[in-house]
């Protein structure tokens, strides 16, 4: 039997995309989520990192993996390594995790489970992207507060962010998947331009022709905010992750998307551009009776 990449996430922002590039390739996928969706062609398989049940159908023929973390989890090792353990004893000999340029291996969340991957599998590699685009565009907090008040909330202060499009990003995950030789370990991934989220509000505004702002929060005032929809630890995170960037950890640029993929990452404009030219034509379909 040909063995499959199996795609945790399937459903997401990041898992969606590296399902649909991978099928689109030939390649066996096995979708995995938690209401079991098929995506673009893949096997749709039922996974929950919350029950381990749901391991061993997963992983059933899958010799790599594509590893997106539980989300809100302010410890995500804790459900992670035991499945990664698995993964191992399956047979998995390549994983690739979605993590964030904001936490190096061995740091907190998901950094604990970065250092762990080199001593579970020959090969393996660590995506560590910018702020993803889409949290300006999509279905997040920010793109939300952009399209309802027409503001964006951050303790960022002019701290600058190369964002990155999660095009960008799942065609590096499925490169560090699928590459016959696979040396690097960890890939910082961001955009062609580092932002301010002024900046960011002033290209939406230009695009949209709607009026956007950056409404600048203190840490604890953020904190605060994030903590009525989310665990107060994780929140913190999210705080402190803000904070960071106002200190300038976020301002840099690097050249993983097009060295790897051999095409430029697209810029914030050109990604708002798209966005605003798909939301006209969904708005402009005909809607069923």
Do not use: C
């Amino acid at each position: 039997m040909t063995t499959a990449t199996l795609v945790i996430g399937a459903t997401g922002t990041t898992g969606g995309r590296v399902a649909r590039l991978l099928t689109a390739r030939g390649l066996r996928v096995k979708a995995a989520s938690r209401r079991a969706v098929a995506v673009a062609g893949a096997e749709a398989v039922r996974f929950d990192w919350y029950d381990p049940g749901t391991f061993e159908e997963s992983l059933r023929d899958a010799d790599r993996v594509y590893l997106v973390p539980p989300v809100g989890a302010p410890e995500p090792a804790a459900v992670m390594l035991p499945f990664l353990e698995q993964a191992r004893t399956a047979g998995v000999g390549r994983a690739v995790l979605l993590g964030s340029s904001a936490i190096p291996s061995g740091g907190p969340a998901v950094g604990q489970v970065q250092q762990a991957l080199p001593g579970l599998f020959e090969t393996w590699a660590t995506l560590r992207p910018s702020w993803f685009m889409q949290n300006l565009t999509g279905d997040h907090p920010h793109a939300r507060s952009v399209r309802e008040h027409g503001t964006i909330l951050t303790a960022t202060g002019e701290g600058r962010v190369a964002f990155v499009d999660a095009d960008d990003i799942a065609a590096v995950a499925v490169h560090a998947l699928t590459a016959d030789r696979w040396t690097e370990g960890d890939l910082v991934v961001t955009g062609p331009q580092a932002l301010s989220y002024a900046d960011a509000a002033a290209v939406l505004s230009e695009v949209t022709g709607r009026p956007v702002t950056h409404r600048r929060l203190t840490g604890e005032q953020l904190r605060d905010r994030l903590a009525r929809d989310m665990p107060p630890e994780f929140a913190a995170i999210l705080a402190g992750l803000d904070r960071a960037i106002a200190e300038g950890a976020e301002d840099r640029v690097t050249d993983t998307v097009e060295r790897l993929t051999g095409r430029p990452p697209r810029s914030f404009r050109a990604h708002v551009e798209r966005a605003s030219r798909r939301a006209v034509d969904r708005a402009r379909r005909p809607t069923a009776t």
